[in-house]
């Protein structure tokens, strides 16, 4: 993990597909996990791959052809210091 890429995805939605597009995110293992959550977002989901050009394959290839998603803003983590990892 010390030298994987991680990454938050903050999701906006069509109107009344956030809990499916959660659900396909993760169902399909493209994320590490998903959360539909309120704001000017619908969903967030953290994702770790080896480097950033595989992150950005995965955000274009994979996330962005996931039905209902209107706009995926990328988060790319520069340092992670927690407890518990949640990137398992």
Do not use: R
């Amino acid at each position: 993990m010390e030298n994987d890429t991680l990454a938050l995805v903050l999701i906006k939605t069509e109107l009344g597909q956030a809990t499916a597009v959660a659900n396909a995110l993760v169902e399909e293992g493209i994320v590490c996990w998903a959360m539909v959550v309120t704001g000017p977002y619908d969903v967030i989901a953290a994702v770790k791959v080896e480097n950033n050009q595989e992150l950005g394959s995965l955000v274009i290839e994979q996330i962005q052809n996931i039905h209902g998603i209107k706009n995926p803003t990328t988060l790319v983590g520069v340092h992670l210091k927690v407890g518990v990892n949640p990137f398992p």
